[in-house]
């Protein structure tokens, strides 16, 4: 890896947004309806890739039921409004109609209502009585308070999900969440992030995840780099993380941790680069936001963007491009990459010549501005 | 070639497009008159370098004839209105006026309308008749099923022309055409493609193409790289293509394969650019759309624009910007590089110190990106 | 550093901004309640590592102690409005009115009022008694003149400032300041600069300075680039000139002179990177010019705005964004990085796992412009 | 010189832009007042390093005449109005007011009249009485034509300008100019260009000039590189002519012959940066078409704007910005970097510590694109 010298005292490699890269196709094509989608993690099987991010504009016990329908996995926020309120749907459609002035203070005051136990049990029991499989998730904060009634509300596939989670956090006045120590006694496969370094991806792995997210959280990637400096471009995220994954395996004998880009995934050719970077699987968030089942009604908006002293992102207008199916499976009636994703996953697949997630994490990429 | 590390688990090449590179002056000027832009494939020999493309807002039978008495080559879509219709001018006129709303589900009806083989030899005789070389375009995936028709109307160049056409088409649940096998028992030179790699090129011109189009088509570019990830910058792709005909002729004891550049070509200094990096010649779509005599009246569009499950692109208004013979010969009312493109092809050759276009492919080319 | 050949007479250094780089998290994370930004320079020891830029729009003896109370530290310029006139509300509040078209004319003529010692004297007297520590600017052209007043009047810190400052200034026709006798024979700490470069750095470290303040000044960046062709983007000046600390050091035998960031830093994650590029304390302009008590009353200017000869930048309206101790300490009202300045700071040092600002100069940089 | 690889077949170099460059300070700084601009060819002393370009939206007799009494040196143009008409007062004023549909054609009428050996003489004989240096300019094409008549006129220097000016021009149909006889047997010194290359440059300097232009005209650099694919960017074309300087002063034992930048000298910035890469003089043209006193009224254009066949660039409405005075030697009014050109490039100089241009040369150069 070729460093550069921002000056002499410092020291820095190049790092690669998806926009920055294209895949390119090579000798062979293939058909592709002789394409697979499948991924497969722990006991899991799932026809597409695809996991719903747990955000209460994106992932409802009723959408979490359809995305897994539909082939995909949806993670219930457990620290939501649905387990905050017995009917969010009051708070839902108020939160769709806030003045932009008033939006802040007002979901400051909603998100304020204690989180109960009961809700975490009834919400995921919803969603395993429909024969899915079931995930929800806390944050690093939350875990050590809610992990009990998560469990014994019984999930498949629980996520710890922050901005930044480190295998090593370090306070004075809290105490920690020790993953390692967590995930060992826990009987329930975990998938854990956002990471995005190799260093830090390694360290998570270390601690036993089944599954690691790969970004840095906290509002728009553009908005955090103004607020905190702080950017990760996800191509190299990606990347550097499945680099992890392999030296991980070397050292472990042979444990294959899951790779799941979670950020900046806004276009069909996004979810592409991401596998063909590395990823195992893809974490939505925006892009099923727009769905008409949504729970979000149009808008979209992560924990962030309320944060009571340094708030990052915001509530966002992101309409509705379709039903979660049409997003998902397709037929697509437009031509920005926000319908039919996986159908044109298959179709890059197919004229790349891949016919497995597997091996497509091996096509040629260049790097290629956007503007050029 | 320098790689570039995307991460630790990934390895890149640079890609460059035309607006990244410039041809630049030498030494050595020459007289615009005393320049040649002949070229010659298989028997045929063209005053310009230039193949029109197989769309149907670009090729009637009538602008193939105009174009062949200008020098050039009008390429017949045979699976577009003009074989599916005896008299197509009302579809023409139709989707000239569709609302754009109503565009895309219209024009998949239009389209669906079968093809019929004496339609293909009716128009393929009507522009033999005129005495200009006749040349006719079938997809790979109609190629089986109408050839047979297209050689017995008789054409002198025969296209397969496809987003993406490779020697190696896997399919379980079709027989995909063996290429090899095709061109070999077909009389008739061969032109094919899009390929953008050299892997891919060397594998096309090892069937025995004449000529290979060079491009990845379905869409304008920065369409199918959100919906698709997929983007093969033209520049680094025509060198790359260039590179596989120079290896092809070594290994084949001498076969020049013809590089056609196909795509991207919005303006004569991006034809200029396109020989500048290896090309023996270039198809051109909506710079002749824009013909006072096109068929599509203003108006451009490819197939993919109305794919049913997965459209890329779209029906687009381009205007008018002259006559055939003004937009390739000039004289030109504009400094846009969008008319006079063979007088501008020829003043660079002439300023740079070239007199034909075999040698204008070694002229010096710097990156210097368009911003600079 | 890797040289890259403008042309065959022309070798140059790739030089970068904050645009273009970024801060990545690493393996560890902490608390930002365990976070210190203490900053300490001489006897003098600050929460904030902020001096508030000495200009009229910026800093009067009020905002110097309001931002002394907050931890940081207030430069009064002492050839302002504030030494020019016994009360200079009149001149502040004609500024904020002045049309656009007068505004030149009508500053050179306030400006153009003569200094008065006792006013020197009495304005650092009124810091002085609200208890904060006092520091005051002259330019090296008017550091010979008055800085026996400032000294008398009595400074903690005294700061020397222009557009380029060097060790070395020649002139045939004014005797210039001798830096290094003048800094010697001074009882008084001095920060000196703008300085871009590692060598002009190293000299200006020589002369005994205290701290450098790195830029390059007169004007936004990019008038400076249109007018005089100079440029110093600031990610690498900071690097560069923190790389002459460390050498500084090396022949000084330990003495360690601050690298205090001076321009360019417009929101907080250009503070966070500042500090990651080495730099120990920013100087702040324009973000405390949006102060509800910023003299500027939202109108930000230097004085190379009304240059009478050669003009560069120009009064600009900013606006006002909440109040000194909201810029500084939050909370944050909006997502820009422009308020809640070292909240943002800390929780960028918490996410990367660095608990002081000495630390935290070797966080991960990476080269990701800010298109990417 | 990096190669870099466009693809199999092609290699390029990477060519750098103006805006991609700055200057940056060093360790020396100077008084302005102590800055020497003088510039001295053959037996003619500049007190400004500035040529005015030959083109009638410039230079009249009456701004020849000006700006020679400013310290620089009018270039009239010998093919413009001055020359086919006894008075063009009527032909400015009309172009100053056409249409802009109108305008190519009329102007090609206007431009038609013939060109008349008397006005040549008439017009030179009228700079040379008001006692500053005569300089006139003809292309390549007309240069054996009216040799004699400019030479019998009397010019000091002879100007030979073209879009590419090659030492080696091959024509079929009609005898060239031999540079290097017809250089040889005039006992003028000649300034020859546009070169763009160190190759051209070189040819052109073995020829005997005494001075090259170096750039591409044939309109705006953005226009030439859509219509013809041609660019030479300025940073590089006017450092690689600097080498071929240094280069046949070394092969010619000492002869040294001048590098004058010409085009894409918007700024005085762009001055700056011109002579740091190796540039000894400049030849401005739209930032002086914007003088009060310029025959052209507000208007800019070149011949190129109106070729017959192949127009590149246009009329362009450029307005006034201040007296040729202002322009050149302020004071300046605006932050732009139009104005108070001579003073900008003199803080340049004494900022970054030198003292005459030959020097300032050598000043040290970043790359920094302009969006940094």
Known sequence: ????????????????????VAVVPSRRTRDPKDVSTTWNIDAYSFDLPVLAAPMDSVV??????????????????????????????????EIAKLAPEAATARMQQLYSEPIKAELIRDRLAQIRS?????????????????????VKAGVDLFVIRGTTVSAEHVSQTAESLNLKEFIYELDVPVIVGGAATYTAALHLMRTGAAGVLVGFGGGAASTTRKVLGIHAPMATAVADVAGARRDYMDESGGRYV???????????????????????????????????????????????????????????KVGTSGTLEQILLGPSSSAEGTTNLIGALK??????????LKEFQRVDVVVAPYNS
């Open 1 to 20: 890896m070729t460093e550069i010298e921002i000056g002499r005292n410092k020291r820095a490699h190049r790092s690669w947004a998806f926009d920055d």
């Open 130 to 150: 429909a024969g899915v499989t079931v995930a929800g998730a806390l944050s690093p904060q939350r875990t050590a308070e809610f992990h009990e009634a998560v």
């Open 60 to 93: 409802s016990p009723d959408t979490a039921i359809a995305i897994g329908k539909l082939g995909g996995l949806g993670v219930l926020d457990l620290e939501g409004l649905w387990t905050r309120y017995e009917d969010p749907s009051k708070a839902l459609g």
């Open 258 to 316: 899951h790779v799941i880009a979670d950020g900046g995934l806004g276009t069909s050719g996004d979810i592409v680069k991401a596998i063909a970077c590395g990823a195992d699987a893809v974490m939505l968030g925006s892009v099923l936001a727009r769905a008409t089942e949504a729970p979000g009604q149009g808008w979209h908006w992560g924990q962030e963007a309320f944060h009571p002293e340094l708030p990052r992102g915001s509530r966002v």
């Open 347 to 356: 179709r890059a697949m197919a004229t790349t010549g891949y016919s497995d």
